[in-house]
Every structure is written in structure tokens, then in C-alpha cells.
């Protein structure tokens, strides 16, 4: 089974199966432009790269998760205010997407 992490320590949403079980954890609200942590795991550990990219069709960044099938990296909120989702695809045939909702509000 297939789970997706929706806020840092937020609720947790049913999707598809796939042979690894890739999780992914971060969303959340964050004021436009700021910093917040993002990590994965439970990918493929044969150091497939994974893609993460905005609704928007942003390529946020690559990386390779580890030996534990783990990644983190730090991600920049979108400038404009809005509700957007961050996507995680392993490159690999058998890996799904995975999903986490980023609320982005204005600086006051």
C-alpha cells in the first residue's frame, strides 16, 4: 500500500500500490518565497533519481535517495500566494507519484 504524507505532521491520504512503498513528507502552509524542508523515503535504493516538480511544471529539483531509500532537501515556496502540489516520481517504470499539498501565503 501506497502512502502519502500530507503537512509536516499532517493526515495521511490512500493511493495506488507499487512494489516500493515511496512516502514523502513536508507540505504544508509557508509564506511565498521561504524555505521548508522536504523528505522522502521507502524509494528504490538502486540510486534511480527522483524528480520532485511543481503543479506549475517546475522541476524543483533531482537526488538520489540512499542506501535506506531516503532523501531530504530544502525547497523554496512558490512567490505567488496559492495552493500547490509538489510531486515525487522516481524514474523508474514501476514507481508512482507521490503528492504533498503546499499552501503558499503573502508575506505581510
Same mark, same amino acid.
Given at each position: 500500500?501506497?502512502? /502519502?504524507?500530507?503537512? &509536516? #505532521?499532517?493526515?495521511?491520504? /490512500?493511493?495506488?500500490?507499487? !512494489? &516500493? ?9 509557508? /509564506?511565498?518565497?521561504? !524555505? #521548508? $524542508?522536504?523528505?522522502? #523515503? ?6 534511480? $533519481?527522483?524528480? /520532485? ?7 524543483? &529539483? ?8 531516503? #532523501?531530504?532537501?530544502?525547497?523554496? &515556496? $512558490?512567490? !505567488? ?15 508512482? $507519484? ?9 508575506? !505581510?
Amino acid at each position: 500500500m501506497k502512502r /502519502l504524507i500530507v503537512g &509536516a #505532521f499532517g493526515a495521511m491520504l /490512500l493511493a495506488g500500490s507499487a !512494489q &516500493a512503498c515511496e512516502e514523502m513528507e513536508g507540505g504544508g502552509t509557508f /509564506l511565498s518565497n521561504s !524555505q #521548508f $524542508p522536504v523528505r522522502g #523515503f521507502s524509494y528504490w535504493t538502486d540510486k534511480s $533519481p527522483v524528480t /520532485l516538480i511543481w503543479n506549475t511544471g517546475e522541476v524543483v &529539483a533531482q537526488v538520489s535517495p540512499d542506501d535506506n531509500g531516503e #532523501f531530504s532537501l530544502t525547497v523554496t &515556496a $512558490p512567490t !505567488q500566494p496559492g495552493i500547490y502540489m509538489l510531486t515525487a516520481r522516481q524514474n523508474r517504470d514501476d514507481s508512482e $507519484p507521490v503528492t504533498i499539498t503546499v499552501n503558499v501565503v503573502p508575506r !505581510q
